[in-house]
């Protein structure tokens, strides 16, 4: 009752503002009327929640219309299309003809104007969905990668223009390939406008942040905080002296963290979010989406109100932008990860612990926690779907849940110090390079860089120059691959992985970067191997195919469409199984994750008569399963059975 009084109260001012706009074009404005009246209760709601007992809500409530209005008119009309047409497939994202990929852009063609002569190449790849790393203007130093963001609506000028990735968005639009953009929303970079207003003492934009004047509510915060970069600096909280106070920084001391808690800064955030969906942005990656909001005695991650926030983003974008949709950054406890992936908040997410998990079955050759994990934790709502992939710009972390381990008779702690000790090539025998990341001395902590191929162990097969172990590092590497492309969700492909890049270990002469380990796998594109990618006797060639092919075969089944995937026990202890349904299509998908040939018993699998005919997707053949299925040393089948 009080959001529709609200409502019409605001609405008819906004009408009389806009008169003339509006009566250009009286359709769409019902169509924005019908959206806002659809969206408003949960809107108002979650407001209410957040800010309602701020004497001047109804002064917030009507600046959120009055942005809304003015974001829709200035939206463009293609853009206004793509809503239309969007609004008849809403659920375009879980099809499983959507194949992603990322790259940053400076890394990958220096110019953003450069960008679009790749083109070709992501069709040739497969990709639609394509996220650019944070392209934005930057404190010049260290800028963590892009997430220090100085202006949201100025692109780094070393790298381009806002006008330039309008016309990037619209170019990969037509050739039917979705932009996707951060929108780093936790902190902005101490030269942010705002964040210079609140050095030069201005308390409106003090409020935008967390500053203190002493230790003393500091020290009571600090209490409960993880750190998160710990060999970089100790604790959250970072001393301004120009302003001379203390300033909440999550992250790097670069990094401010906004303050929510103020409806001005969800205001003014939220402008910035609907000024770049009208450059033609997507999907949102929802960055560090744990953080935003602070509780004293708590952790300050997780918190309901970081939820409700989302939710009212969410809200927003639906009125103005409805094509536009949310991907979550959370890689926190696995039941935390689930709760941002809602229609209302994030249709999409990031996969952490399927990605954890790939490679400590790698490590272990046993797939116990791995089955037990996904069995138990992968279920999501309807409408929305997972990102699977098998690494990022950012480190990994082994974020599954302590009580799994338990469950599947493993010890967590000692897990985690076997799986850092062989992801850093110090375990005898382990063929992963990878390079440790933010040791925490206090508790043992550690994250782990490296790229696919150097965690997969090709760079240590190349430098033994052992054909034999080449040839495993590829193969561990085309099961990963083939997993993330099976499982359910959207396969995020690293590019330089679908060549088979190596670490990269330049970033130690670069000062700005030498501190950051994330930096040996965020290599430069080296163009002059394309010639690689053309003879068919290189790696590069093998591993190009093996991606080309693997994303034209997932885009030919349709049991690969949604988010469900339903565990299998393969009664094999290395061998990891679950099926794929839609409507009459049903693919059984085994994976061996030891080196060993697998034999699995055909009436083993509960959907396999013995007798029937099998055929095996992956590889285009057809088996007779009168007793067994072999898998070869790290091999995967996609079976699908015909009676
Ligand atoms: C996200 C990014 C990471 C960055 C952090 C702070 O987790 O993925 O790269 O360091 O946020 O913005
Ligand atoms: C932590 C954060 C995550 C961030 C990462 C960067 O894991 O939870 O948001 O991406 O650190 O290293």
């Given at each position: 009752m009080q959001a529709r009084k609200s409502l019409d109260r605001i609405l008819p001012a906004m009408e009389a503002k806009f008169e003339v706009a509006l009566a250009r074009q009286p359709e769409q404005w019902n169509g924005f009327k019908q959206r806002l009246e659809r969206a408003w209760p949960r809107l108002f709601r979650d407001l209410h929640a957040l800010y309602g007992w701020q004497y001047d809500f109804f002064y917030t409530l009507e600046q959120l219309v009055l942005l809304a209005m003015r974001a829709w008119l200035d939206r463009s009309a293609e853009l206004r299309d793509l809503d239309t047409e969007r609004a008849a497939t809403p659920h375009w994202f879980l099809s499983e003809q959507v194949c992603g990929a990322v790259l940053y852009v400076d890394l990958f063609s220096e110019k953003l104007a450069r960008l679009s002569d790749h083109i070709a190449y992501f069709k040739t790849l497969g990709i639609n969905y394509l996220h650019l790393m944070p392209l934005f203007a930057v404190p010049k130093a260290d800028n963590d990668g892009g997430y220090a963001v100085s202006d949201y609506r100025a692109i780094n000028p070393d790298v381009g223009t806002m006008e330039e990735l309008a016309a990037l968005s619209a170019a990969l639009r037509r050739e039917g390939i979705s932009l996707v953009?951060?929108?780093?929303?936790?902190?902005?970079?101490?030269?942010?406008?705002?964040?210079?207003?609140?050095?030069?003492?201005?308390?409106?934009?003090?409020?935008y942040y967390w500053t203190f004047p002493d230790r003393t509510l500091p020290d009571q915060f600090q209490r409960?905080?993880?750190?998160?970069?710990?060999?970089?600096?100790?604790?959250?909280?970072?001393?301004?002296?120009?302003?001379?106070?203390?300033?909440?920084?999550?992250?790097?001391?670069?990094?401010?963290?906004?303050?929510?808690?103020n409806p001005e800064v969800f205001r003014a955030m939220a402008e910035e979010m609907l000024f770049l969906a009208n450059k033609g942005v997507e999907v949102f990656r929802l960055d560090a989406v744990a953080f935003i909001w602070k509780r004293m005695g708590t952790d300050c991650e997780n918190q309901p109100e970081a939820h409700t926030l989302i939710s009212a983003f969410n809200a927003l974008v639906q009125i103005v932008a409805p094509s536009v949709i949310f991907k979550s950054e959370a890689i926190v406890h696995p039941d935390e990860v689930v709760e941002y992936i809602h229609p209302h908040q994030c249709q999409l997410s990031y996969n952490p612990l399927l990605m954890a998990l790939l490679w400590e079955a790698l490590a272990t050759r046993e797939v116990k926690l791995l089955a037990y994990a996904m069995r138990h934790r992968s279920r999501i709502p309807e409408g929305c779907t997972w990102v699977n992939y098998l690494r990022c710009h950012d480190d990994i972390g082994w974020t599954f849940a302590d009580e799994d381990a338990r469950a599947v008779g493993i010890d967590p702690g000692g897990h985690r110090h076997f799986l850092n000790t062989f992801y850093t090539g110090r375990f005898p025998g382990a063929f992963a390079r990878g390079v440790p990341f933010q040791f925490n001395p206090d508790n043992g902590d550690l994250r782990v860089s490296g790229t696919l191929s150097s965690l997969a162990g090709l760079e240590d097969a190349l430098e033994k120059g052992d054909p034999e172990w080449i040839e495993l590092a590829v193969r561990r590497i085309n099961l990963l691959r083939s997993i993330i492309a099976s499982a359910g969700g959207i396969p995020?492909?690293?590019?330089?992985?679908?060549?088979?890049?190596?670490?990269?270990?330049?970033?130690?002469?670069?000062?700005?970067?030498?501190?950051?380990?994330?930096?040996?796998?965020?290599?430069?594109?080296?163009?002059?191997?394309?010639?690689?990618?053309?003879?068919?006797?290189?790696?590069?060639?093998?591993?190009?195919?093996?991606?080309?092919?693997?994303?034209?075969?997932?885009?030919?089944i349709p049991a690969f469409r949604n988010g469900g995937l339903e565990v299998i026990d393969t009664g094999n202890p290395h061998v990891f199984g679950y099926t794929r349904t839609q409507d009459s299509q049903k693919v059984v998908v085994v994976c061996n994750f030891s080196e060993y040939d697998q034999a699995l018993d055909a009436g083993w699998l509960p959907t396999l008569g013995a007798g029937s005919t099998v055929s095996d997707l992956l590889h285009g053949e057809q088996l007779k399963t009168a007793h067994t299925v072999v898998l070869e040393g790290y091999r995967a089948r996609w079976l699908e059975i015909s009676r």
């Open positions: 953009l951060d929108f780093v929303f936790n902190h902005t970079a101490d030269e942010h406008y705002w964040a210079r207003k609140a050095k030069a003492g201005d308390s409106e934009y003090m409020n409960h905080l993880r750190d998160i970069f710990p060999t970089v600096r100790r604790g959250s909280f970072t001393w301004c002296e120009e302003m001379g106070r203390w300033v909440w920084t999550t992250f790097n001391s670069f990094q401010w963290d906004l303050n929510y808690a995020l492909l690293y590019l330089g992985d679908e060549w088979g890049m190596l670490n990269d270990y330049t970033f130690l002469t670069d000062p700005a970067k030498a501190g950051d380990s994330r930096w040996v796998h965020r290599c430069k594109r080296r163009w002059e191997a394309r010639k690689d990618l053309e003879d068919s006797d290189t790696l590069e060639w093998r591993f190009f195919h093996e991606m080309v092919k693997l994303f034209k075969l997932r885009k030919s």
